[in-house]
């Protein structure tokens, strides 16, 4: 019986081996493909983000920078996977403005508000909102997060259609955590 028990043991240390070897390899070969950083500094803020994401074109006429997915760029040369910056200048404090500004939307049927809460950005408090936009029967979730420095307000704002919204949020989330205010 202890004979059958040490092969039982061994077979499975081997198998334990073998499986551990064959995962390091994938890890090996994964781990291979290099992934470049690069930086865009623009309007008081400077961002990293990886090589498979571009500059985009300013959306709005507050928008400081624009990056887009590049596997996203559709038929006509919009990203639909991408991350505004913007800066407005604020004529009420933040808290009033963003009250104001998502109330609106919050009437809108175009848009389901999702989550609303605080963060931090460069040891600045922040505010965070997640809602879903309808436009043309073409639904994409939002992050925004805004913050205030020197009476203006800035946001950062990642979109992706609704499906793809999760798979592409980790690049939103480096950002905003690596994201330096000049």
């Known amino acids: 019986m202890?004979?059958?028990?040490?092969?039982?043991?061994v077979f499975?240390?081997?198998?334990?081996?073998?499986?551990?070897?064959?995962?390091?390899?994938?890890?090996?070969?994964?781990?291979?493909?290099d992934t470049t950083v690069l930086s865009l500094a623009k309007g008081g803020l400077s961002i990293h983000y990886p090589s498979d994401w571009g500059v985009g074109d300013a959306v709005s006429n507050y928008s400081i920078m624009s990056i887009v997915k590049l596997a996203s760029i559709d038929s006509s040369g919009v990203g639909q996977v991408n991350v505004n910056f913007e800066k407005k200048p604020l004529?009420?404090?933040?808290?009033?403005?963003?009250?104001?500004t998502y109330k609106s939307m919050e009437s809108d049927s175009s848009f389901e508000m999702i989550s609303s809460g605080q963060t931090v950005v460069c040891g600045k408090e922040a505010a965070e909102y997640?809602?879903?936009?309808?436009d043309d029967n073409v639904e994409k979730e939002h992050k925004a997060v805004w913050f205030e420095k020197g009476g203006q307000a800035y946001v950062m704002l990642y979109s992706a259609p609704v499906d793809?919204?999760?798979?592409?949020?980790?690049v939103f989330d480096y950002i905003v955590s690596d994201i330096q205010i000049t």
């Open 130 to 134: 997640v809602y879903i936009s309808n």
């Open 12 to 33: 499975v240390i081997i198998l334990i081996v073998f499986l551990v070897f064959i995962a390091s390899g994938v890890n090996a070969a994964n781990s291979s493909e």
């Open 2 to 9: 202890n004979d059958k028990i040490f092969k039982s043991s």
């Open 91 to 100: 004529e009420k404090d933040l808290e009033t403005y963003l009250k104001e």
């Open 164 to 170: 793809q919204f999760e798979s592409n949020l980790y």
